[in-house]
């Protein structure tokens, strides 16, 4: 069960994330003004900082399932 | 609506499970059989019993329409999308199309969804947040539709896995459903778990049955159609997260849209003793299947257990998401 057990962590921390990723976005696009005179540019900015969270987010995601697997094999 | 629930339940299930056995025999009898790899004396399946789902949807929608319980708009953008994605997926079962093929014209089974506007372009978050997105949505359905429908159709690796995979999730889908108030998506996801009950018993290790390309990409459609018309985006989201992860995980190391077979390289393997193992092949991707054999040599039976422990953890969570929806911070 080390495998599944590995799997089932990494969904978990993903989640995790995930979530809070969400949370975070909404607060970014809801509470904070990057330019005050172009909202126009004020939403390109939120929008290019959501997307490379997400591409973190991901690369996390690959970087752990990687790393999982190797232990999981080398136990 | 509450009484006719049960009956649509009964109805369906019963129905499912007779349709997938006509098409058991009826595939028999003409030979459109599949080889189980994962047996030791690799037995040749009926192929294709996947088809009773999109039937046995059509059915049940069709009995509700007349019955005046859901809108022809409704009815339609779940019907045709199906219809859709079934024919791309018969395609695919006889013919070898490139690997971006799939993909690209799954997309073409959200078209009826945008067409027919039965959806809600506010996309809910977590803590009382969302986003309306009247524009950016219809075009999300589109890759919503596919990315679901695909993702199903690569975890069709051994009996069973993509039919308990689905069923777990649309259980899911059906308690935050009852948690956000959807009665769409209560609707839809008791349908659709009835009519998967025919693949449940027919495909489920030792299969007598396989799903083919039309059935694992339409059981895929019915998770998107869930999210986008039930309004439970989130929840759904993250009860396919174990699809997520085995689709990532093999695209990542593609770096395209490629077929299995195309890959020329051996990820798992049948051993002497009948067990699932790791092939530690390098060049080949660290799929969800490869992930739990990589520890051991697994049968079938364990491999698909632990795949179903999986699901129900993140269904779990997908749970505790739509429990954070209701929540009201933000």
Known sequence: ?????????????????????????????????????SRLLDQFI?????????????????RLGHVMYRRSRSK | MTWIL??????????????????ILIFRKIDITGIDIFKIH???????????????????????????????NFFLSIVLSLAIITIIGLIDDYIDLPGFYKPLAAMFAGVPIVLFAEYDYHFKIILGGGFSIPIIYPLAILIAISVTSNTVNMLDVINGSATWGVFISLIA??????????????????????????????????????????GSLSMGC??????????????????????????????????????????????????????????????????????????????ELRALSEMIVIFIISSALAIITAYLMTMKVM
């Open chain 1, 1 to 37: 069960m080390r495998s599944t057990y590995s799997l089932i962590l990494i969904i978990i921390v993903e989640w995790a994330l995930f979530m809070a990723l969400l949370a975070s976005i909404y607060f970014l696009a809801v509470n904070i003004t990057f330019v005050e005179y």
């Open chain 1, 46 to 62: 939120k929008f290019i900082i959501s997307i490379a969270s997400g591409g973190v987010w991901l690369y996390i995601w690959l």
């Open chain 2, 6 to 23: 049960p009956v649509i339940v009964t109805i369906s299930a019963i129905l499912s499970v007779i349709v997938t056995y006509i098409l």
């Open chain 2, 42 to 72: 690799r037995p040749r399946i009926p192929s294709n019993g996947g088809l009773s789902v999109p039937i046995t949807v059509t059915i049940i929608m069709s009995i509700l329409l007349m019955q005046n319980l859901v809108s022809l």
């Open chain 2, 173 to 214: 889908g059906m308690i935050s459903s009852i948690i956000l108030s959807s009665d769409k998506g209560l609707l839809l996801s008791i349908i659709f778990l009835s009519s998967l009950m025919g693949v449940v018993i027919f495909n489920t290790y030792p299969a007598k049955v396989f799903l083919g390309n039309s």
């Open chain 2, 222 to 299: 019915l998770l998107g159609i869930l999210a986008i018309l039930g309004d439970i985006e989130l929840p759904v989201m993250v009860a396919m997260f174990p699809f997520i992860h085995n689709s990532f995980f093999f695209l990542s190391h593609a770096k395209k849209f490629v077929e299995h077979k195309t890959l020329n390289t051996t990820v798992t393997f049948l051993n002497d003793k009948g067990l699932i193992e790791d092939a530690n092949n390098q060049t080949a991707p660290i799929t969800l299947l490869r992930f739990l054999v990589s520890e051991k040599p697994k049968s």
